[in-house]
């Protein structure tokens, strides 16, 4: 995988294989701490703290643990590389978290990629899950810029017009891109 | 911050796509399912996502639900992509990036022709 933004979707579809009904999906640049956090958290069926321990390790990856497979073990793997980790924490029948840290500024470090489209495919793709992302940008100064996309309100507008129209795309990208494009400055290179 | 950015505006593109919706109304319904396993999302499935989705905003193509499955056991044919029209059988596409995902969003979703050179038999 390329980008952190792809990690973060692979992520998010083990949420929804796991029946979750709320997912938040949270993305932070802190360039004042020098630090890239991502974390995708849901509500679904969880996992006991066993199987939640084996999915870390590729090689504990056996039929059980399937469903989750090699997308873990890879996005840990990009965070190590670039002096930070991941966390799981999950309880069965509350849900799970996963999140990953990255020192920004390394030189190993994954690009993020194009967040913006993994928010939008998410989010029309799995019309029945009530999703919050955020992008959070904190700059050298420590001044704080976000945005933030809560579904709700936008379902609840459109009532049984489906997220796949033309209309209905055009304006979902379009909030979303520039919702992302007013955080600037950019930060990736 | 522009959280919601327009509510209101939302609601007008409600209006508008509903009436659009109206006037399609005969074509039945028509399902694309793209695979988004971690195989998938590693051999490129987003890319192909976002192209069906830019397909449909360009081309104003109502009536089309995009959804999305997970690994269906044959990774090394990913990005994998499914045409579902009304009652008729599951197609499903091999290998398809950005480009084919067009050609079959066109030839097939909007033509009614299945792509025959990417059809995987299944």
């Known amino acids: 995988m390329r980008e952190i933004a792809l990690h973060l979707m692979d992520i998010a579809e083990n949420s929804v294989a796991a029946e979750s009904r709320n997912i938040h999906m949270d993305v932070l640049e802190d360039l004042q701490a020098d630090l890239l956090k991502v974390s995708v958290v849901d509500d679904g069926r969880g996992m006991s703290e066993e199987t939640a321990k084996r999915v870390l390790d590729p090689f504990y990856t056996t039929r059980t643990t399937r469903k989750v497979g090699l997308g873990i073990p890879l996005l840990k793997l990009a965070a190590e590389q670039s002096q930070g980790g991941l966390t799981l924490e999950s309880e069965s029948g509350k849900g799970t978290r996963v999140e990953a840290m990255f020192q920004h500024s390394h030189i190993d470090r994954m690009p993020l990629g194009d967040v913006g489209t993994t928010f939008l495919t998410l989010l029309v793709s799995y019309p029945h899950i009530h999703w919050i992302f955020m992008y959070q940008l904190k700059d050298k100064q420590g001044v704080l810029n976000e945005f933030v996309l809560d579904d709700e309100e936008i379902k609840s507008a459109l009532g049984d017009v489906s997220l796949t129209e033309p209309d209905v795309l055009r304006f979902l990208r379009g909030m979303i891109e520039e919702g992302i494009t007013a955080l600037t400055p950019q930060t990736e290179f | ?122």
């Open chain 2, 1 to 122: 911050m522009p959280a919601i950015k327009s509510l209101e505006e939302l609601k007008r593109v409600r209006e508008e796509a509903l009436a659009k919706k109206q006037m399609k109304a005969a074509s039945g319904n028509i399902q694309v399912i793209v695979a988004m396993g971690t195989c998938g999302i590693a051999a490129g499935a987003r890319d192909t996502m976002k192209s069906v989705l830019n397909y449909i905003e360009t081309e104003n193509l109502s009536g089309v639900a995009v959804t999305q499955t997970g690994c269906i056991g044959m990774c090394e044919q990913e990005p994998i992509l499914q045409v579902v029209i009304g009652d008729q059988a599951k197609v499903t596409y091999g290998k398809v990036n950005a480009k084919v995902a067009v050609q079959i969003m066109k030839q097939h979703v909007q033509g009614g022709l299945p792509l025959k050179d990417h059809v995987l038999p299944i």
